[in-house]
């Protein structure tokens, strides 16, 4: 599954097919992956391109999943700050106790939410006080 999910998201999208429906597309088979297929996303996600990387993040809000969680972690170690965002905003749908627990053992997560919050617009700003709400209640 993981190679045709890689093949899916390599694809060309225009946004409004993106956003309309090709992201659900890939939710959907993010959820038919086996411990293998994530294993073979985590080992290699970091080496793919930053628009495939931003695609994934987009995918990624069940908040039931610990790999879905586990992979956002790992994306947020990115100097890009469009993929950063779109992580952050993924990861206010992880309100679970444990999920709280895996992010806050990230302190440069917080940290760094802190210091985009100054320098960024009204809508990555609301998306960052959210999850900075909800990560802290």
């Not at 597309?25 to 391109?49: C, T």
């Not at 994306?75 to 709280?100: G, M, V």
Request: hydrophobic residues 35%.
């Amino acid at each position: 599954m993981f190679t045709e999910f890689d093949d899916y998201l390599s694809g060309y999208f225009s946004d409004d097919y993106w956003y309309d429906e090709g992201f659900s597309i890939a939710q959907a088979m993010l959820l038919k992956f086996s411990p293998r297929d994530w294993e073979e996303l985590s080992n290699g996600v970091l080496n793919k391109p930053i628009e495939w990387q931003r695609k994934l993040a987009y995918c990624l809000h069940n908040e039931s999943s610990m790999d879905e969680l586990n992979m956002l972690l790992k994306l947020l170690s990115t100097e890009d700050e469009e993929l950063f965002e779109i992580c952050i905003d993924a990861l206010r749908s992880f309100t679970s106790t444990e999920s709280k627990k895996r992010i806050l053992k990230n302190p440069s997560i917080l940290q760094r939410v802190y210091e985009l919050i100054p320098n960024s617009g009204d809508a990555t700003k609301k998306v960052f006080e959210a999850f900075l709400e909800k990560i802290q209640s």
